[in-house]
């Protein structure tokens, strides 16, 4: 199997000075760091050169919060593959709850995305998940299967990260029981065929339970929203131990 890949969304947070700042108190805190898992952090569009230019040399890699599916074109407000690999990103996060909410993305377009994306020698991070409705009504894997299904569609599985995000989970302190975010992402490996996936959990994920979450079975990872955005909690996050 491919190594764990530890996420760090920062969203629409960090400005350029913000970013070297950080990144100054981070790098150092995964010098020793262990070499079997794969650390990214996925700034906002307008602080990729500079991550670039002072992660340069380091084992941390880049990720964009989102890719175009055309190579260039009139489509305002987006960002082709060649502009993210200009500054030697490596993943790009696609599919994610906040798009799907607030810019109505359909599993079509996500899919178009990571294609896009992994055409241009990117790695797709799909992210898929139901929102707290859909759980209590018991719709969870239908949802959830039918985003794989529909979002995946084409894509190459051993170049490619799946995250579980349940909506309900992100952002709220709420935290999916560990066992049931297990059972999820097994689900999701034994629907896409391909027992080397890589498979993230997200949501609520915090120096308090990345040991627990990465002792599971079936994750492979965690994509970290809120907890990226200190230094010192992403590095434990990252220095996460498994007994």
């Not at 794989?148 to 349940?166: F, K, R, T």
Request: charge should be negative.
């Amino acid at each position: 199997m491919g190594k764990p890949v530890i996420a760090g969304n920062w969203k629409m947070h960090m400005t350029c000075a913000q970013a070297r700042d950080w990144l100054a108190t981070f790098l150092p805190l995964i010098a020793d760091t262990p070499d079997d898992r794969e650390l990214v952090v996925a700034p906002p569009f307008t602080a990729i050169s500079t991550t670039a230019e002072v992660t340069s040399g380091s084992r941390l890699e880049i990720s964009s919060q989102n890719v175009h599916w055309e190579a260039q074109g009139a489509f305002t407000g987006e960002i082709a593959p060649s502009m993210l690999e200009e500054h030697g990103v490596r993943y790009a996060i696609v599919g994610h709850s906040e798009p799907r909410k607030y810019f109505s993305e359909s599993d079509e377009q996500i899919n178009h995305r990571a294609r896009s994306a992994q055409a241009h020698g990117l790695i797709p991070i799909v992210c898929v998940g139901e929102s707290d409705e859909q759980r209590s009504r018991g719709e969870a894997e239908r949802v959830i299967r039918r985003q794989v299904e529909q979002g995946l569609e084409g894509l190459d599985p051993n170049h490619l990260v799946v995250a579980y995000e349940p909506i309900w989970a992100i952002g709220t302190g709420k935290t999916c029981e560990s066992s049931e975010a297990n059972r999820i992402c097994g689900l999701i490996r034994s629907w896409v065929g391909a027992p080397d996936l890589i498979i993230q959990y997200g949501g609520s994920v915090k120096p308090g339970n990345i040991d627990e979450l990465m002792s599971m079975s079936d994750i492979d990872g965690v994509l970290v929203g809120g907890a990226s955005l200190d230094a010192e909690s992403f590095a434990r996050i990252a220095n996460y131990q498994v007994s």
